[in-house]
Every structure is written in structure tokens, then in C-alpha cells.
């Protein structure tokens, strides 16, 4: 008996060792440098993007520069799809979801809140979201052709896509 | 040896990237023969990911192999190796019998390793029964632990940026991370906020250089990071330290100052650390970052001290402040 409970101990010692282990600062592998040499232009963008962000103290400067980099993304999202590679495509159109809802159309709305219907202000807006349309629209189209064997892959990319179009508020 | 033969050695290794120590004793002398080495570990790593052609060859030798009876298969190929042992070299089977041959060998190993569990229980269930609990504790114990480092090498690493992301190929932790600090800077009402989302893009850049740094074929990959990270302090950090506003700049110029300056000293150090292990190129590369760093750092130092100067932010606490951040 006492030699059964020496063991349980001994295995729950070890078992508290092996899971107690801090986690260790991984080196990433070589596939991270493939990783980093694919997205190095889209990085870029990202970058020159937050850049002209950062200049920008304008809301719709701010939204304008959103769609230029939801265009840049459009584009990545396309290329993925005519590469078949439909894990990016949902992974970069993830990503297309958040700057237009977050970049695009929440400062859009925040603007629109400010201003009343008919003014300056307004007609910029909605030129501002109609950029955002050309962007997803032809990319909606592209992607039923180009995606059409991976019927899964792309019924995912098209909800959100449509999820980030709905975020804009449209005028009556 | 010439560099022309150490090239030819490295185009025969299996491992370019871990050369025996005579050659890396070269490699750590020659940037020529480093450039040579990295190229080379750089189409070994690209290699797997290279299309190959479709080829029903493999579908047919699995038809082939089920469509035997198991017994059949087990005899034929038992004859095929008793012939090619028999006869040696010289005696080769007029029709190779690849599936025959993977069939019967993983068949006899299987049968080995029943046997031996069936010796391993008979042994243990002949010892007395104090011993008998002992070897089956043992056994048992043997069996957890096997389990525990199973478990402990399978559990997966941290990923390298602060968001959880998985680690496929597809999912860029960097990408996702970098497009928060621009949404970040999209919803971004004052300077304060955008120098804010500026220093964590930085920080973004800089904790990436130090993660690739320990790869050797991170070179080129080093060297586009460090120019990005340049960008974002030169280009966005330092030009909106200008806006910042008089309440709050002193001490934010101070924090990221700080931050900049202790990043300076890690991937300083870090070089170091590496230096026997990693080429020369990126060695220099972060001597770079950390160069940059320290000239931020320096630049908003200067800013602050411009901020001190001006009568809208001549607060008694400013110049405290300065004193106690001013490094030697």
C-alpha cells in the first residue's frame, strides 16, 4: 500500500514537473523566414500605411488612407485565391473585415455623427464608402471565380466581406 | 583548403547550415564563403515547398499491394528475401517486389515486438510476487513517463508576437499585430495616441529582429526589418514627438526614450551573445537597429529638451524630470 502511494506521488511529481516547465522563448523555424519573405511587400504597405496614419489628423484623411490599404489587401486577398491557397485568402480577408469596419466605417460613422445630412462633410463620406464598395465589390465577383473549387473557403471569405459592408451606416 | 573547395564541400552536406567545425572555422572568416553557405541553406529551406508533378505511381503500387492476400503477400516476399540472401549480390530478383518487401518487413517487425512484450510479461509474471509489483511498477512507471515527454514535446511553442495565432504557415502573427497598430493609429484622436501606437510598432520590428536573429539564413530578412524599424522611428516616431502636447510630453518622450534606449542594449547585447553563430551581415545588421535606437532615444531627448525651452511647458516638474532621466 504505502508502495502504490510512493508511486502515485512519484508520478504526480513528474507530472507537475513536465507541466510546471516555464514556457520556453521558441526560436522560430526557418518557415517563419518563408513566412516573413511572402508577406515582406504587404508588411511594407502596412507600414507606409500606419506612417500616413500617423500624419493624418483628419478623420476622413484617416478613412481614405483605410481604403487604400483595404485596396492593397483586396489584392493580396485575389492573389491568394488564384494561388488556391484559401486559408490565406480567409486569413487576409480577416483582416479586410477589421480595417473596413474599424478603420473605414467606424471613423466614417464617427464623422457622419458630427455633420448634418446634405453638408460638405457628408457628401465626402459617402464618396469615401463608395471607394469602399469598388473595393469589395469586384473582389466578390473574383473570388466566386477564382474560388470556386473550395466552395468552404470561400463561403467564409464572403460572409466577411459582406459582415464588413454592413458595418457602414448608409444614409436615408 | 581554397573557397572554391569549400563550396563544393558545402554543395555535398546534407545539414549547409551545420557544417563540421573546420569549415565553420572558414565560414567565420570568409563573408564570401557565409554568402555561399546561407544561399545554399536558403534552397534546402525553399526546396520542400517546390511543386511537384502529379504521378499516379503511388495509388498503383498501394492497388497492387492490397489487392494480394496478406498471407500471399507474407510468403512471397519471404522467398523473395531468402533468395536475395542466398544469392547475394550478384543474384539480384529478376522483378523487384518493392510492396512484397515493405509487407514482410513490417509484418516480422511486428512479430518481433509482440514476442518481446510476450518475453517482458513471462519474465515478470515468474518473479516472485514482492518483485512481481516492483516490475510492474516499474513497467507502469516507464509507461507515464513516456507518456509526460510525449506530451511535454508535442505541446506546441508561444508564438512569436503577443497575439495568439497558430502557427501554420498562412497565419503571419506580424501581419495580424502590425494591422492592429495601424487601426490603432486609424482611430487615433490626438498625438498622444499616435506616438503611443508608433512606439508599439517599434517594439513590433525590434522583438522580431531579436526572435530571427539566432537563424543564420534570417539574414536578408533581418536586414528588411531593421529598414522598416528605421522608418517607423525616424519617419513616424520622432516627426509626431513634435505634435505631442504640453501636458503629458515630457513624460511619454521620457517612457519611449527609455524604451528605445533599452532595445538598443538588448539587441546590442544580443549581437554579441550571437556573434559566433551568426553571419557577420546580421551581426552588423543589429548593430544597426540598436544604432537606431539610441539615436531615437537621443532625438527625443533633444525634443524634451526643446519642450523645457518653451514657456507654455516650463513646468518646475519638467526640468526634475530631465535630471533624472539624462543618461551619462
Known amino acids: 500500500m504505502k508502495r502504490n502511494v510512493s508511486l502515485s506521488l512519484l508520478m504526480i511529481g513528474f507530472a507537475a514537473l513536465a507541466t510546471a516547465q516555464p514556457p520556453q522563448s521558441a526560436t522560430p523555424g526557418p518557415e517563419r523566414i518563408l513566412q516573413a519573405q511572402r508577406n515582406q511587400k504587404l508588411v511594407e504597405k502596412l507600414v507606409a500605411s500606419g506612417l500616413s496614419l500617423a500624419r493624418a489628423t483628419d478623420r476622413l484623411d484617416r478613412a481614405k488612407y483605410c481604403n487604400d490599404l483595404a485596396r492593397s489587401l483586396a489584392d493580396e486577398i485575389k492573389q491568394a485565391a488564384d494561388d488556391h491557397d484559401g486559408d490565406r485568402a480567409i486569413e487576409l480577408g480577416r483582416h479586410l473585415q477589421d480595417l473596413l469596419k474599424n478603420g473605414v466605417a467606424a471613423n466614417l460613422n464617427k464623422e457622419r455623427s458630427q455633420f448634418p445630412q446634405g453638408s460638405a462633410r457628408e457628401t465626402d463620406c459617402t464618396r469615401i464608402r463608395d471607394d469602399s464598395d469598388r473595393i469589395t465589390a469586384p473582389l466578390i465577383t473574383d473570388l466566386a471565380e477564382a474560388m470556386k473549387d473550395n466552395p468552404v473557403a470561400l463561403n467564409q471569405l464572403l460572409d466577411v466581406i459582406q459582415e464588413a459592408k454592413a458595418s457602414f451606416i448608409r444614409p436615408d | ?328
Open chain 2, 1 to 328: 583548403m581554397k573557397c572554391k573547395e569549400f563550396k563544393y564541400f558545402l554543395l555535398g552536406c546534407e545539414n549547409p547550415d551545420q557544417p563540421p567545425a573546420d569549415v565553420k572555422a572558414h565560414l567565420a572568416s570568409c563573408a564570401d564563403c557565409q554568402d555561399w553557405q546561407n544561399r545554399l541553406a536558403l534552397i534546402e529551406l525553399n526546396v520542400p515547398f517546390l511543386p511537384v508533378p502529379e504521378s499516379a505511381a503511388r495509388s498503383a503500387l498501394l492497388r497492387r499491394i492490397l489487392s494480394q492476400p496478406a498471407h500471399v503477400r507474407t510468403k512471397e516476399t519471404k522467398t523473395a528475401l531468402a533468395e536475395q540472401t542466398v544469392s547475394g549480390s550478384e543474384a539480384a530478383p529478376s522483378e523487384p517486389k518493392p510492396s512484397k518487401l515493405i509487407s514482410t518487413v513490417g509484418s516480422e517487425q511486428r512479430d518481433s515486438r509482440t514476442r518481446r512484450g510476450m518475453r517482458i510479461w513471462a519474465v515478470i509474471r515468474d518473479m516472485e510476487p514482492s518483485a512481481r509489483r516492483y516490475a510492474t511498477g516499474a513497467v507502469a512507471a516507464a509507461i507515464l513517463l513516456v507518456i509526460f515527454a510525449w506530451t511535454v514535446i508535442r505541446t506546441p511553442q508561444r508564438p512569436i508576437a503577443n497575439i495568439a495565432t497558430n502557427s501554420r504557415l498562412t497565419s503571419d502573427p506580424l501581419v495580424a499585430t502590425i494591422l492592429q497598430r495601424d487601426l490603432r493609429l486609424a482611430e487615433a484622436e490626438n498625438a498622444a495616441d499616435r506616438f503611443r501606437a508608433l512606439a508599439l510598432l517599434a517594439d513590433d520590428f525590434s522583438d522580431e529582429v531579436k526572435n530571427l536573429a539566432p537563424l543564420p539564413e534570417a539574414r536578408e530578412v533581418l536586414d528588411d526589418m531593421v529598414t522598416k524599424y528605421e522608418k517607423v522611428v525616424n519617419g513616424g516616431l520622432v516627426e509626431v514627438a513634435k505634435d505631442l502636447p504640453g501636458g503629458e510630453r515630457v513624460k511619454l518622450l521620457n517612457e519611449v526614450g527609455d524604451r528605445l534606449h533599452k532595445t538598443g542594449r538588448e539587441v546590442e547585447e544580443l549581437g554579441v551573445k550571437l556573434s559566433p553563430r551568426i553571419p557577420k551581415a546580421s551581426r552588423d545588421t543589429l548593430q544597426r537597429l540598436s544604432q537606431i535606437a539610441y539615436d531615437g532615444d537621443k532625438k527625443l531627448r533633444d525634443l524634451r529638451e526643446v519642450s523645457v525651452r518653451r514657456p507654455e511647458n516650463a513646468l518646475p516638474s519638467v526640468s526634475t524630470v530631465l535630471v533624472q532621466k539624462e543618461r551619462p
